[in-house]
């Protein structure tokens, strides 16, 4: 098992630069993420490294105990750990994913304007769940009350 996992720190001004996290610190900021997006207002900035690189820790700690004994009592304390996580991990994105669709004008609109250097609030997955989400709430409304709608006011 790695000790220490790469992570891209995204506040350095020389690019890209990687930064080396032992699993309980990358957690650390995984629920320091979690709470921050669940109690603020609007959409954060987008923790996609740190939930990339949670998925693939998750991904290795399960490998490793399909690989232990069944009946060890560490097995069952890594097992609900492992729970704890993706339960962490499933929460944040949850919580990005309510206020994508409560916003989406709005995010969108604020994806639209922004500088070319200025890090996204939306990494690639969710920005394409926001467009297809509009899309779709665009065409619900059509079918659904537009076309109750007089013919001069449907345009």
């Known amino acids: 098992m790695a000790n220490e996992l790469d992570l891209f720190d995204q506040s350095s001004d020389a690019g890209s630069e990687e930064v ?3 699993p309980a610190e990358l957690i650390r900021r995984l629920e320091e993420a979690w709470l921050n997006e669940k109690f603020a207002p609007d959409l954060l900035e987008s923790k996609s490294e740190i939930v990339e690189c949670v998925m693939e820790q998750l991904n290795h700690m399960e490998e490793n105990l399909k690989r232990a004994r069944t009946g060890d009592l560490k097995v069952s304390i890594h097992r609900m750990e492992i729970e704890r996580v ?4 499933s929460s944040y994105l949850r919580s990005r994913l309510m206020k994508i669709e409560k916003f989406f004008p709005h995010v969108l609109e604020k994806e639209k304007t922004r500088a070319e ?3 996204s609030d939306l990494s ?3 920005f394409a769940f926001a467009k297809e989400y509009m899309a779709n709430t665009e065409t619900y409304l059509k079918n659904v009350a ?4 007089p013919p001069n006011l449907q345009a």
């Open 20 to 22: 080396l996290l032992t």
């Open 86 to 89: 993706r339960y962490v991990l």
């Open 117 to 119: 250097g200025e890090p």
């Open 124 to 126: 690639p997955e969710e």
């Open 146 to 149: 537009l076309k109750h709608m």
